[in-house]
């Protein structure tokens, strides 16, 4: 490939890419390209010609231009208005810059003029000219955008150099692909490259026409189905037969007779009405307003189902159907009461509060069966768009009314009893935020005029019954939980577990698996054994599948060994359930130094924490372990300032900051522990280890204290204390501010414990420690 050196001017083309032999007009504004031609004309009407890499750019840069491009001859010039040249090129060779000279009026540039050789005429090159001219003969056929003329023209090129650009100027290409060929020097590469790209363009070209076929036979068949409908009206016209448009406006116009719609919503439902007239069945409109008509006429605007009054009754569902829940059962009684007695009672908002297998969801359908309600249950666990709630604007495509509407729908009455079940599980995000939605639904003074971002009408909601679940207060957003009754739901005490197992989750089981009553009976040890070794949980829910799990075992043992009948003893439990999954921490049985026995409250209903303390030779130091939590760190620390503070008060060597080390552990180090309710705990051991008292190991305590020594009120004390007793011990110290919640606590489990009200710290270590006679 020769070169020759030479200084030309430079005009930047966007969206063009020249190729050598290539004829084109274009049109040029630029004040310094017009000047870059003009002083190519004054002398030998040669021009450089190179793409620019972003056609946006308005003034392009060194950097912003490519390389290589195309020397060109001007044949033409021709002053357009508005100061634009048209201007006519031939390309003659390929140019390589090598350097831009400086100069103000117009880009100029030294180049490199590429003077490139054929490809050698053998069978190689021969055969990549015929396939050539094979796939640019197809890709004239199926794109019809160049004339087959222009086959004529290629059949006298001898060079395959010549063939390649000019093919390559006929193309509609992107303009990176065109630099990729005028780039390419090696004839035989280019035609190569030049063959992939129209084999590509075939396949995209195929693709289209596919699609423009398919395309097009789907307008045939509508506009088809259209003619052909209009005609079967005009038949039916003359025949004085109603077509279907006419049979579903009737239809429809006798449904909104019937309903018993309130006039706003039947006012609605006729202009609905008259738009499906106008619009057409078969319309995309038409299919809109018929299921927004489907969605008025299905809602129970003015169906109500009659409540159970008898108070009386309504107890005895609710006592048949769940054991204990007193509080629960109270409000719905009084609630009942109060109703039968105004005629008036808006529908209240309560709040089932408690962990997880409680029964708060089956306490509402027994709530809905007592009031002889329909019952209908919308979980709002990751619910996190406010139009999950409120639905979506008509004007949205595939919009539909929010799930309170679709819970009306389903209800069938306007006064149902609507579970919103896990509230405290709701979030957020872009969308909206699902519980500011909720705070109408949920507001008695509010919830009468209820709009549907669907519906745009008011449904009156005050008649509804709402019911929520949560398992944590922590996450409801105060303005909704102000809304809301709440009734806690605590766990259920292993009596109580006792009796829901042997009333209702047996015979619930026996019935399901189909089984005689007497071929199976569970003894009370077989249960408390259920109850204590395999299960760990505030509610019954893992309780009843172990007993199912139980019975099913027992019913393969009995077919295969011949049994009649089996009782479900200890023996039995373990041989079905394998090893005891769960055990409880039990109290010592002799008094220690250092080592006193505090109070949890957990998921679990709550367990025994024996908090340890060491003292040893050191300088002061405060070691705490046993994966305690910030609340726990805090409290070990304020009680540790308090022992210091009242050291002479316990016979403690004043000096014991500065010459001992304590180390507080807490066992169970691999389990989290947090909470306000260990400070009592970690006074009275620190007291113990640093006096060497003992402390007594029948006694447990729970209370949080201030620096003062005031012992202040904590939660879960039914579950702290059933956690006690079951521990074995007899008497618990626990804040006296906490007094009021011993109505919590069954009497079977009071009556067995000595209750200790402290107020300040040295109740609990009066109690606690044993003094050294």
């Not at 006729?270 to 619009?279: A, G, H, T, V």
């Not at 900051?657 to 989290?672: C, M, N, R, S």
Request: hydrophobic share 35%; aromatic share 6%; glycine share 6%.
């Amino acid at each position: 490939m020769n070169k020759e050196t030479r200084v030309i001017p430079l005009i930047p083309l966007r969206g063009i890419t020249i190729f050598p032999y290539m004829v084109l007009h274009f049109d040029v504004g630029r004040e310094k390209s017009i000047a870059a031609l003009e002083e190519a004309m004054m002398k030998d009407q040669e021009i450089f010609l190179v793409a620019q890499k972003d056609a946006k750019i308005e003034e392009p840069e060194q950097e912003d231009i490519y390389t290589i491009g195309t020397l060109c001859s001007i044949k033409q010039l021709l002053k357009l208005p508005g100061d634009t040249v048209r201007v006519l090129v031939e390309g003659l060779n390929r140019a390589k810059i090598i350097k831009y000279i400086e100069s103000e009026s117009c880009y100029k540039a030294e180049i490199d003029i590429l003077e490139e050789k054929d490809c050698v005429k053998d069978n190689k090159c021969e055969a990549l000219v015929r396939s050539l001219r094979e796939v640019f003969e197809e890709y004239i056929k199926i794109s019809g955008s160049i004339p087959s003329e222009a086959l004529i023209s290629f059949e006298d090129m001898d060079s395959p150099g010549r063939l390649v650009d000019t093919i390559s100027s006929y193309l509609m290409l992107k303009g990176d692909i065109k630099q990729e060929l005028l780039e390419a020097f090696d004839v035989s590469k280019r035609i190569e490259k030049l063959i992939v790209v129209i084999k590509n363009e075939l396949e995209i070209l195929k693709l289209e026409k596919k699609i423009g076929v398919r395309v097009k036979s789907k307008i045939d068949k509508v506009q088809k189905e259209y003619y052909l409908r209009e005609q079967l009206k005009a038949i039916q016209e003359e025949l004085g037969e109603d077509d279907e448009d006419k049979k579903e406006i009737n239809r429809y116009k006798n449904k909104i007779k019937k309903a018993k719609l309130p006039k706003p919503v039947k006012d609605r439902a006729i202009y609905e009405l008259e738009r499906l007239k106008n619009s057409g069945s078969y319309s995309s409109e038409g299919g809109v307003i018929r299921t927004y008509l489907d969605w008025i006429l299905d809602l129970p605007w003015n169906t109500q189902t009659k409540d159970n009054m008898d108070v009386k009754k309504a107890r005895e569902v609710l006592e048949a159907e769940h054991y204990g829940l007193k509080d629960v059962k109270d409000r719905i009684v009084e609630y009942l009461a109060v109703k039968q007695m105004s005629k008036s009672l808006k529908g209240p908002i309560i709040c089932l509060v408690g962990p997880p297998g409680v029964g708060k969801t089956s306490i509402a359908k027994s709530v809905a069966h007592a009031l002889n309600r329909n019952f209908v249950r919308m979980s709002l666990g990751g619910v996190r768009d406010e139009s999950e709630i409120r639905g979506h604007r008509k004007t949205y495509v595939g919009a539909i009314p929010g799930r309170i509407i679709y819970g009306m729908r389903q209800a069938k009455s306007k006064n149902p009893l609507f579970l919103l079940d896990e509230i405290d599980k709701m979030s957020n995000d872009f969308r909206g935020d699902p519980a500011d939605a909720l705070l109408e639904v949920l507001d008695s003074e509010q919830n009468s005029t209820f709009r549907d971002h669907y519906l745009e009408l008011e449904m009156d909601l005050s008649n509804v019954m709402f019911i929520t679940t949560a398992n944590s207060l922590d996450t409801i957003p105060r303005p909704l939980l102000d809304r809301m009754e709440i009734i806690e739901v605590s766990g259920y005490t292993y009596d109580e577990k006792l009796s829901i197992a042997k009333q209702y989750l047996i015979p619930k089981q026996i019935k399901e698996h189909s089984v005689d009553e007497n071929m199976i009976k569970f003894t009370d040890s077989g249960i408390n054994e259920i109850i204590e070794g395999y299960t760990r949980e505030s509610g019954v829910r893992n309780l009843e599948r172990q007993i199912a799990s139980i019975i099913r075992k027992t019913l393969a043992d009995m077919l295969e060994t011949d049994k009649k009948d089996v009782s479900i003893s200890t023996n039995q439990v373990r041989k079905y359930l394998g090893p005891v999954r769960f055990t409880y921490d039990k109290a010592d049985k002799e008094d220690k130094i250092g080592v006193v026995t505090g109070m949890a409250w957990t998921a679990y209903g709550g367990d025994i924490l024996p908090i340890e303390v060491s003292v040893m030779n050191g300088s002061g130091k405060l070691e705490l372990t046993g994966q305690l939590g910030d609340v726990m760190k805090e409290s070990a620390k304020a009680g540790y300032s308090y022992v210091r503070a009242n050291a002479d008060k316990y016979d403690i060597n004043p000096n014991f900051y500065k010459e001992k080390d304590l180390h507080i552990h807490v066992p169970e180090g691999a389990v989290p522990k947090d909470g306000p309710s260990a400070g009592v705990t970690m006074i009275t051991a620190m007291v113990s280890a640093l006096a060497n008292k003992k402390a007594r190991h029948n006694v447990a305590m729970t209370g949080e204290i201030t620096l003062t020594g005031r012992v202040l009120p904590i939660g879960g004390l039914k579950e702290k204390c059933l956690a006690a007793y079951r521990a074995g011990i007899d008497t618990v110290i626990i804040p006296k501010e906490n007094e009021k919640d011993m109505l919590k606590i069954p009497k079977s489990i009071k009556s067995k414990l000595n209750f200790i009200l402290a107020t300040e710290i040295g109740e609990v270590t009066k109690n606690a420690l044993i003094e050294e006679n």
